[in-house]
């Protein structure tokens, strides 16, 4: 039988370029990785090739650089995990990978709407038409529209995290780093597999993936996945419905000729969302509504007056040219989505109808990028040009009182045009020495348009253009074949835009980043241990910061800081059997100036806010007014995370039982500038358990996630109405069966 390494963190491959490279002279194992790094970036590893003698920590190969490398070679702070890493540490959605990303955090809003955050730098608004600067990549294509993104990992090849400004490579908006998303390519050997799951709270899933040739050349796969939950986490104390709940359907196909010099893969995808937890807010343990309210109910409870409802469908594809040219390689991508969500939530956090919220958001994008590579001596070097254009608006109504009376009705639209060229080259000063250097241009214009009851605003028609230039530079060295150190110098910004809700303020400017990051890799031991470590510092300038009104939402550039930290990422493979990793960060990140940083703090019962004369005395709720924040954390950024994690298999003469485990932890953090309301500290213990037929063919697998039931928040804030959070996820149990051809 095939023994499979799960190497529970760092990633699971090893590729035929480590193999022959053991086998040969040091010369002519450079010629065969030279060959095999070309021949790769057509035709990334694939992530199931075993170490050359089964021991020692597997090889992962990345596309951190937009062509397929050891990671171990990349200058780039990088984590990456396969399939089965995921699956090892009870990673299911996106949503779930800062379990292993320490740096890392994840929030979810409602009707899909993500947020993430690394090394303390991200943005919390997710309302339609906006950005976040850290981007999501999958399979190459950008995907700028914040909704749908939560993605459930099930068809991945691997998941790439990438830390600091990415402004060369991928431009625009990856100031906090990227999200890498590879998919499984078709296959011309038959194979599938399908699996059936069941969970608590009555909790079903069902996922599908096959492949198979059709001609010589031609190759496809199809993947499915159902997930139906049919109790909630909580209720709803006043409908007493469910409340807090997840129901996914996916398919996607490929398709791909692979003719030698010519590969053209073509493919499609189909998601319906329905997961109203993000944005199902509670108030704030100690928090008076406006309307005179606490909360009674258990963490996962809500108290609002009507049931929260979102969905969003999501759907696209791309068509992906790689085309050899002599010595060159000249690949095309271009790409095409949609996400439509729509919701419906109590807005105010009364148990009384004072204002509910239905909203329709669109976003489309067309995005292309064209890029020509090639290496000739001393020099690797890379051209490209990106261009993106989006159309993004939404249609929100505001419904007050028991009968719902239309109070506000907006309607707005932004359209984009991104152009930019980008050139990347890596000087190899000697054999162990070089130095990469890369330059990018962005030009963005956003045109938009907008009206209240009908009545266009006076923004409506505006257009404002932003050229920005973004750089890196790198100097690497390799001490041996198994350490390597770098320093880097990277520059990244993310696009100013409008607000939309409603069209009535000036435009933001761009956000940029300076980033600084010193690092290391090493592997060990005959490759037994991976040590990965990184020091950073962050010139953080222009901040866009976010308010929320009862009726509006505006972000403005209000801000600067500074950003330093450390991170480690250990692998040890002591046996075929046990995989152990763990990584840490420590992330130190403040506001150098922040002199205007909103501010709410609680009403006092019976008294008008400060500044306001005339009016009924508020009974709940907060003040608005403005602080100095300069010194204080930044949101969102714990200072110290860590996790650890093993798996151990035991073979047997019916096949073999794997026992994983992961356990991470979070340091508190504010949810406010002020640090007013923080989040706890956090401990996430997930557990899980697989026997694997001698034939491959049959595995059941149990998972036990959170197991200790701990409490903790996916997003929380300070609003007008009072303090908030959405809950998390509690205890959840999963037995899984798979059948495999």
Not at 232 to 237: A, D, E, M, P, T
Not at 265 to 273: F, G, K, M, N, R
Request: charged share 20%; hydrophobic share 35%.
């Amino acid at each position: 039988m095939v023994q499979r390494n799960r190497s529970s963190g760092v990633g699971a491959v090893t590729a035929g370029l480590a193999m022959s490279a053991a086998l040969t002279s040091p010369a002519a194992a450079q010629e065969q990785a030279v060959q095999a790094q070309q021949s790769s970036e057509r035709r990334p590893a694939e992530m199931t090739v075993q170490p050359v003698d089964g021991d020692g920590v597997a090889t992962i190969f990345v596309t951190a650089q937009k062509r397929s490398e050891n990671l171990q070679d990349v200058p780039i702070s990088v984590q990456a995990f396969d399939l089965q890493s995921l699956e090892d540490s009870g990673i299911q959605r996106l949503a779930d990978v800062p379990a292993l990303v320490p740096s890392m955090s994840f929030t979810t809003n409602g009707a899909g709407g993500s947020a993430i955050f690394i090394r303390g730098i991200g943005a919390i608004d997710v309302t339609a038409g906006q950005e976040a600067p850290v981007a999501i990549y999958v399979d190459g294509v950008y995907r700028p529209s914040l909704f749908g993104n939560n993605l459930g990992l099930r068809n991945v090849e691997r998941v790439e995290i990438l830390k600091g400004p990415q402004g060369t490579l991928f431009g625009r908006n990856a100031t906090g780093g990227l999200v890498n998303v590879v998919t499984r390519r078709p296959s011309h050997e038959p194979a599938g597999e399908v699996s059936f799951s069941v969970g608590n709270y009555e909790t079903y899933e069902v996922s599908a993936y096959g492949t198979a040739g059709i001609t010589e050349n031609l190759a496809f796969d199809v993947t499915g996945y159902l997930r139906r939950q049919e109790e909630g986490y909580g209720v709803n104390l006043i409908t007493g419905n469910d409340a807090n709940y997840r129901n996914e359907s996916t398919i996607a196909s490929k398709i791909e000729y692979d003719g030698g010099s010519t590969v053209i893969t073509a493919s499609a995808d189909y998601s319906l969302i329905n997961a109203p937890q993000g944005n199902n807010r509670e108030v704030y343990p100690g928090s008076i509504s406006s309307g005179g309210s606490v909360f009674n109910g258990n963490f996962y409870d809500v108290q609002h007056t009507v049931d929260y409802h979102a969905e969003t469908e999501v759907f696209g594809g791309y068509v992906q040219l790689e085309q050899e040219i002599g010595s060159l390689d000249l690949v095309s991508i271009t790409g095409y989505r949609v996400a439509e969500p729509f919701f419906y939530f109590d807005n105010d956090l009364n148990p009384a109808p004072f204002q509910a919220v239905g909203a329709n958001y669109y976003d489309r994008q067309f995005t292309e990028e064209i890029r020509l590579s090639g290496r000739s001596g001393f020099l690797t070097w890379m051209v490209g040009a990106f261009y993106l254009q989006t159309t993004a608006g939404l249609n929100l109504k505001i419904f007050a009182g028991p009968s719902r009376i239309l109070a506000a009705d907006f309607d707005s639209e932004v359209k984009t045009k991104s152009y930019s060229i980008f050139a990347d080259a890596v000087f190899q000063l000697s054999p162990r020495d070089s130095i990469t250097a890369g330059l990018r241009y962005t030009v963005d214009t956003r045109r938009v348009t907008g009206a209240i009851g009908n009545v266009p605003t006076p923004l409506s028609g505006d257009e404002t253009t932003w050229r920005e230039p973004t750089w890196r530079v790198v100097y690497k060295r390799d001490f041996t074949e198994d350490i390597m150190a770098y320093v880097s110098y990277n520059r990244g910004f993310k696009s100013g835009n409008y607000n939309l809700i409603p069209l009535t303020t000036a435009p933001y400017n761009p956000e940029i980043v300076d980033g600084y990051e010193i690092g290391a890799k090493f592997d060990l031991f005959d490759r037994r241990v991976r040590l990965n470590v990184a020091g950073f510092y962050y010139d953080y300038q222009n901040m866009q910061v976010r308010t929320v009104q009862r009726l509006s939402t505006v972000v403005f550039n209000a801000a600067s800081s500074e950003i330093k930290g450390f991170e480690a990422e250990l692998a040890i493979q002591p046996t075929r059997s046990l995989s152990l990793s763990a990584s840490a960060a420590y992330v130190d990140g403040e506001y150098t100036s922040f002199p205007n940083a909103p501010f709410f703090f609680p009403v006092v019962p019976g008294e008008l806010c400060p500044g306001v004369t005339a009016g009924t005395p508020p009974i709940g709720g907060n003040c608005q007014t403005t602080i100095d924040a300069s010194g204080t954390q930044l949101i969102r950024a714990p200072k110290f995370s860590a996790n650890f994690g093993g798996a151990f298999t035991i073979p047997t003469s019916v096949g073999e039982v794997t026992l994983t485990g992961r356990v991470s932890y979070r340091s508190s953090f504010p949810w406010d500038p002020a640090g007013r309301i923080r989040e706890d500290p956090n401990v996430l213990v997930n557990l899980g358990a697989e026997w694997e037929s001698s034939d491959e063919r049959v595995s059941i697998r149990v998972d036990a996630e959170n197991i200790t039931g701990s409490h903790y928040a996916i997003s929380g804030g300070t609003f007008p109405d009072a303090d908030s959070f959405s809950a998390g996820t509690p205890t959840l149990y999963r037995a899984t069966v798979t059948f495999r051809m």
